[in-house]
T-cell receptor, first 115, second 114 residues
Framework: DTEVTQTPKHLVMGMTNKKSLKCEQH?????MYWYKQKAKKPPELMFV???????INESVPSRFSPECPNSSLLNLHLHALQPEDSALYLC??????????????FGPGTRLTVL | SQQGEEDPQALSIQEGENATMNCSYK?????LQWYRQNSGRGLVHLIL?????REKHSGRLRVTLDTSKKSSSLLITASRAADTASYFC??????????????FGTGTRLKVLA
């Protein structure tokens, strides 16, 4: 199984809502990533988990809260978002983070709209 | 700032023609990777070229790397409508914690007209 799954595919939320994005992989990968991508822009790294521990936080606002419950799951908890947070949120995984040769496997993304 | 700058930003060609896109980067690298993204979907890894390689082929893809110029190019030969997508180069940056993170170039949006 070389698939990364993400749910939901689409999410519309108000600025006062709390919601969560979910990501799952069963490739035995020990590194998982959250990216944010705006239209016609490249993916921007948000967080990296390595062996279920947060290893990189790219100065992301605290209204985004990542969680890695186990080696297969990655969540992104959302609270008090702003309209400018509307974007495609991509999850990815790789074998690890200790090598520059790792190939990343991406999920299909969650299209988030904040009203 | 972006590690990789790609040009052109957008490219429109006829089916059967070749498409060439370029990526320039700023720091020393161990390897450079290319990814494809279909509209509004996740990225798919295409090919990795190591810093000691000058050229690599995979099917209709040909990648070159010039470390002296800090640039790479991706050539898609005999393009098909299904090749319509955005293409990104990516380089790995080491962090202070000893791990690597990946920085994507600005991307080239390719449209292949049938």
């Amino acid at each position: 199984d070389t698939e990364v799954t993400q749910t939901p595919k689409h999410l519309v939320m108000g600025m006062t809502n709390k919601k969560s994005l979910k990501c799952e992989q069963h490739m035995g990968h020990r590194a998982m990533y959250w990216y944010k991508q705006k239209a016609k822009k490249p993916p921007e790294l948000m967080f990296v988990y390595s062996y279920e521990k947060l290893s990189i936080n790219e100065s992301v606002p605290s209204r985004f809260s990542p969680e890695c419950p186990n080696s297969s799951l990655l969540n992104l908890h959302l609270h008090a978002l702003q309209p400018e947070d509307s974007a495609l949120y991509l999850c990815a995984s790789s074998q690890g983070t200790g090598s520059s040769y790792n190939e990343q496997f991406f999920g299909p993304g969650t299209r988030l709209t904040v009203l | 700032s972006q590690q990789g700058e790609e040009d052109p930003q957008a490219l429109s060609i006829q089916e059967g023609e070749n498409a060439t896109m370029n990526c320039s980067y700023k720091t020393s690298i161990n390897n450079l990777q290319w990814y494809r993204q279909n509209s509004g979907r996740g990225l798919v890894h295409l090919i990795l070229i190591r810093s000691n390689e000058r050229e690599k082929h995979s099917g209709r893809l040909r990648v070159t790397l010039d470390t002296s110029k800090k640039s790479s190019s991706l050539l898609i030969t005999a393009s098909r409508a299904a090749d319509t997508a955005s293409y990104f180069c990516a380089t790995a940056i080491s962090t202070t914690s000893g791990t690597y993170k990946y920085i994507f170039g600005t991307g080239t949006r390719l449209k292949v007209l049938a």
